[in-house]
């Protein structure tokens, strides 16, 4: 069964301590000297979204919390060198204090983040030995593995069959497209938990003991190991759905070409 997915937006909080001890560094200076640092505050978000977990993690960005400007005093003249370094000295070991409060801000986050996230997952399954996804070539194993044993051809991996498929996915619709996506074969099937492409092609290998070629019925297997099928494009989307109970599933769809289960045609395409 498929790992189910949940969403989970945490905000980062940053500055509040620090924006404190920042704004005590110019104050202690104006006692110190007759040639008073101009202090404004700058902008400060108070941290980022995480998105749900696709492949990466957004963290928060912060502004800077003060900016130093040096200015002249009539009878003064320019604030001595010795006080702006002071300055700029104990602002930037705020700074770094700062940047270290907020990376175990972060790193504790990303700690307490539920291993678990849900976000509608598709997979734009790729060409089969170009493919960036892994799954393409899940697919294809699971489904050459099987036709292997039954005396028909690997299958080779068709984009545009598996952009068919991603479109159907898009659905969420646990019924046949009915040719509404192309002339094709199509396999579909859902699970929850940790349902991988792999163990939905099995269940559809499965049906291989309900076979009679006496009486040929078709079926998912029949599909499978069509000999005269040369191209196979799969897809899945997690749907929430496709049970009564409302957990979310992954739907996997397969589109074949030429499609297979032609009436009359079984004793030459399928090999019990």
Known sequence: MMASRSRNKFRLLSGGSIALLLAAVPAAVALACSAQPVWRPGGNQG??????????????????GWQLTTSYMPGYGPMPVRVVLL????????????AKVQAQVRATVQAQAPAKVQVLVLDNSGAGSGSSNPNAQQYLDAHNSVRSAHGAN???WDDKLASAAQNWAYNC??????????PYGENLAAG???????QGVQDWANEA?????????????????????????????????????????????????PPGNVQGQYAQNVQA
């Open 47 to 64: 941290g980022g979204q995480g998105g749900g977990h696709q492949g990466g993690h957004q963290d928060g960005q912060s502004g800077s």
């Open 173 to 182: 619709k646990f019924e046949h497209s009915q040719g509404a996506v192309g």
């Open 87 to 98: 300055v700029l000295v104990q602002a930037q070991a705020a700074a770094q204090a700062q």
């Open 192 to 198: 929850t938990g940790s349902y991988s492409p792999a």
């Open 209 to 257: 003991s309900e076979y009679n070629p006496n009486n040929p019925q078709f079926s998912h297997f029949t599909q499978m190991v069509w000999k005269a099928t040369t191209n196979l494009g799969c897809a899945v989307a997690t749907c929430g759905g496709i049970f009564d109970s409302g957990d979310p599933a992954q739907f996997y769809v397969c589109e074949y070409d």
């Open 154 to 156: 690997a299958l080779v």
